[in-house]
């Protein structure tokens, strides 16, 4: 039985009908390196397999509902995006009952601050949202065992970049993700300081 096999079981085969019945060699190489531990960057177009593949490495990572701070973090480019996964990471938990929390541009901080503390178990957010969070201490980051930040290359705005930054600085021992489009001077950067001897992972056109 594959891993995603195995994920898909103990979920009670939520995704299909997402419309996920079988994962992609990404998602199953994702997957797998969850399991395994360690840092990853990973290289890949964007698509929606990449997209689908970071959500499915949370709810790996966080098979059980729990009280307390969030067990995983995933940063995603903008708001349309952070709902979606929200969605879909609410719908495919479902019978784990799993508390799924967006943390975007266009809600509310206040709201998202009072439900994360509430407990959430996997919150999805855009950069500025979660570290506008994390420096107002509306997030606790000392249960946390993945982080996912996707969409690097497109951080270009140097606030979004120092604030990324300066959000690893508040990390505890965990997983890191990092995904991005292409590698550059910039990408370099941001792994050098958000990723531990990752395993680099190109699947770049």
Known sequence: MTVFEQL????EHTFAALGIEKATELQENILKKVKGGGDLLLIAPES???MYAA???C???VPETCEGSPRAILIVGNSDKA???SQFLTVASRRKELMIEPADDSGK???QRIHIFEGADIVVGTPKRIYDLYIQNGINLGELRLIILDNADEMTKEDLILGMRRLTEGLPKCQRMLFTKEKNSKVERMSSVWLNNPMEMDLGE
């Not at 898909?8 to 979920?11: A, L, N, P």
Request: aromatic share 6%; no cysteine; charged share 35%.
């Open 109 to 111: 901080m206040v709201q």
């Open 55 to 57: 959500a499915l490495a």
């Open 83 to 85: 709902k979606k996964l």
């Open 59 to 61: 709810l790996q990572k």
């Open 8 to 11: 898909s079981e103990h979920y």
């Open 48 to 50: 929606e397999e990449k």
